[in-house]
């Protein structure tokens, strides 16, 4: 069974701070994705990373994939309340049936 | 635009009492999945369809089956709702032609169990 730790796992913190998510394993991942889920709704893919050592931007969001492809980072510069939610990584194989194994979520509250 | 649809986004049925949830997708995805989510909590796989076949997670309890007609439905019924039944429940979808495996997930459907 592969695990995929994910801390913290709840965060609140003022608008205009930073912070960063953290997802590890001890498995490598043929790819690894981070969904944003917002109360009452499904997760929202974020962003793929595919390549160890990959570094991907989406505006003040910033993944990154281990080199070995067993752990990524979500950065956040200067929160705001916009992005308050659920953040979920999730690890895929491609050679597990289309299966994922998502890490245990952080909930991050994002306060004006 | 391409999405993945899930009906109805609520439902109320009573203990015990069979209720069936439905998933679309426009996304021709060959793999179709099933969550359940607690509140706060990860997504529970419960099962997914890899093309016409079933894939039952171990811990899946045997109150829950799916049916996937055709590509695009794939069904949810729970036989006998009980009240720890009540969740919000996730459809998604992804393809193996893309290597990523990305999921698409549509908007839940939440689960009231009376």
């Known amino acids: 069974t592969q695990l995929l730790e994910q801390s913290p796992q709840f965060l609140s913190i003022q608008e205009g701070e930073n912070l960063t998510v953290y997802c590890n394993s001890s498995?490598?991942?043929?790819?690894l994705q981070w969904y944003r889920q917002e109360p009452g709704e499904g997760p929202v893919l974020l962003v793929t990373?595919?390549?160890?050592?990959e570094v991907k931007k989406l505006k003040r969001l910033t993944f990154q994939f281990g080199d070995a492809r067993k752990d990524s980072s979500l950065h956040i510069t200067a929160a705001q309340p916009g992005d308050t939610g659920l953040y979920l990584c999730?690890?895929?194989?491609?050679?597990?049936?289309?299966?994922?194994?998502f890490g245990d979520g952080t909930t991050l509250t994002v306060k004006p | 635009d391409a999405m993945v649809i899930q009906n109805p986004r609520y439902q109320v049925t009573q203990f015990g009492k069979p209720v069936t949830l439905s998933c679309s997708q426009t996304?021709?995805?060959?793999?179709m999945y099933w969550y359940q989510q607690k509140s706060s909590q990860a997504p529970k796989l419960l099962f997914h369809?890899?093309?016409?076949?079933?894939?039952n997670e171990a811990d899946t309890p045997d109150n829950f089956q799916s049916r996937r007609p055709n590509t695009s439905f794939c069904f949810l019924d729970i036989r006998s709702p009980g009240l720890g039944d009540a969740a919000m429940y996730l459809c998604?979808?992804?393809?193996?032609?893309?290597?990523?495996?990305?999921?698409?997930f549509g908007p839940g459907t939440r689960l009231t169990v009376t």
């Open positions: 998604a979808t992804s393809s193996t032609l893309a290597y990523s495996y990305e999921q698409y």
């Open positions: 498995s490598v991942f043929s790819s």
């Open positions: 990373v595919v390549t160890g050592g």
């Open positions: 999730a690890g895929a194989y491609n050679t597990n049936a289309g299966k994922s194994t």
């Open positions: 996304l021709n995805h060959n793999v």
């Open positions: 369809y890899y093309d016409k076949d079933f894939n």
